[in-house]
C-alpha cells in the first residue's frame, strides 16, 4: 500500500494550490488531509468518506479548502483557495480501510497508512 502526496510549494497570500494524494495497492474507506507547522504538532485539516463522499473540515480551513475524491485515479485532491501564511505546513495524506466515524475522522491513530508529506508555504 502507498500514499503518494504532491502538488506543494511556495505560493503568495491569497493564492490557491491543488494538492493530490495518489493511492496504490487498495482502496479505502476513509482519506484524510493532516498538517504540521514548524514548531507545531500535526493537526487535522480534512477528511472524505469513500463510499458516500462525506466531507469534513477544520474549522479554520472551511469555506477555503475542498476535498474531494476520484474513483477511477484512487486519488483524493485538496484544493486550497484563499491561502493565509499559518496555512505554511507540511501536509500529509492519511488512509485506512474503514469508514470512520465522525468523531474519529480527527484522530491520526485512526488511519493506518501515511504519505511522505508535500510541503506548502505561503508567504508574499
Known amino acids: 500500500v502507498q500514499l503518494q502526496a504532491s502538488g506543494g510549494g511556495l505560493v503568495q497570500p491569497g493564492g490557491s494550490l491543488r494538492l493530490s494524494c495518489a493511492a496504490s495497492g487498495r482502496t479505502f474507506g476513509t482519506v484524510g488531509w493532516f498538517r504540521q507547522a514548524p514548531g507545531k504538532e500535526r493537526e487535522f485539516v480534512a477528511a472524505?468518506?469513500?463510499?458516500?463522499?462525506?466531507?469534513h473540515y477544520k474549522t479554520s480551513v472551511k469555506g477555503r479548502f475542498t476535498i474531494s475524491r476520484d474513483n477511477a485515479k484512487n486519488t483524493v485532491y485538496l484544493q486550497m483557495n484563499s491561502l493565509k501564511p499559518e496555512d505554511t505546513a507540511v501536509y500529509y495524506c492519511a488512509a485506512t480501510p474503514r469508514r470512520l466515524i465522525v468523531s474519529a475522522l480527527s484522530t491520526q491513530t485512526s488511519y493506518d497508512y501515511w504519505g511522505q508529506g508535500t510541503l506548502v508555504t505561503v508567504s508574499s
Open positions: 472524505v468518506r469513500w463510499s458516500e463522499g462525506s466531507t
